[in-house]
């Protein structure tokens, strides 16, 4: 790909989320100056929503993980099944692997969570897990 730049041009990495600055001198001092500014950059893919009390957020920024010692949490596991839950205490996890179906009780709407989701579930509430491929997962509570 060929991209011509007028006075300034931006490149976007994605990986590192961020912005570099590139500046050019005219083409006649046959010289090139290059400006790194790095800004905070959130990718639009790792935007939190909220939906039936169950906040998440798909697929957050590496950065977001260790800011909160996700890879330190214990972790937890379970095979394809269907069971009740209540949550004696604000949960916090990130999903490896594994597609679930959460209903809250009273509910006729589900939120579906699998890899890569940051999900906190509320104190208090009464749900039921539907384990459609097996979960592999840290949490946190508290």
């Known amino acids: 790909m060929a991209s011509l730049c007028v006075n300034n041009c931006f490149i976007l990495n ?3 989320h961020t912005i570099q600055q590139l500046s050019f001198l005219p083409a006649t001092t046959n010289r ?5 500014v ?5 990718s639009s893919s790792s935007m ?3 939906k039936l009390g169950i906040k998440i ?3 957050p920024p ?3 993980l260790a800011q909160l010692g996700v890879r330190n949490w214990p972790k937890w596991s379970c095979p394809p099944s269907k069971f009740p839950w209540t949550y004696s205490d604000k949960e916090t996890c990130y999903l490896l ?6 209903t809250p009780a009273g509910s006729k709407e589900s939120v579906e ?18 384990v459609s491929v097996s979960v592999d997962k840290h949490y946190n509570f508290g």
């Open 14 to 16: 994605t990986h590192t």
């Open 62 to 64: 590496e950065s977001t």
């Open 97 to 102: 692997e594994g597609e679930v179906k959460v």
């Open 113 to 130: 969570i699998g890899p890569g989701d940051l999900v906190v579930f509320p104190k208090g509430m009464s749900c039921t897990w539907d």
């Open 38 to 42: 790095t800004i905070a950059a959130e």
């Open 32 to 36: 090139r100056r290059r400006i790194s």
């Open 48 to 50: 939190a929503t909220e």
């Open 57 to 59: 957020e798909k697929n």
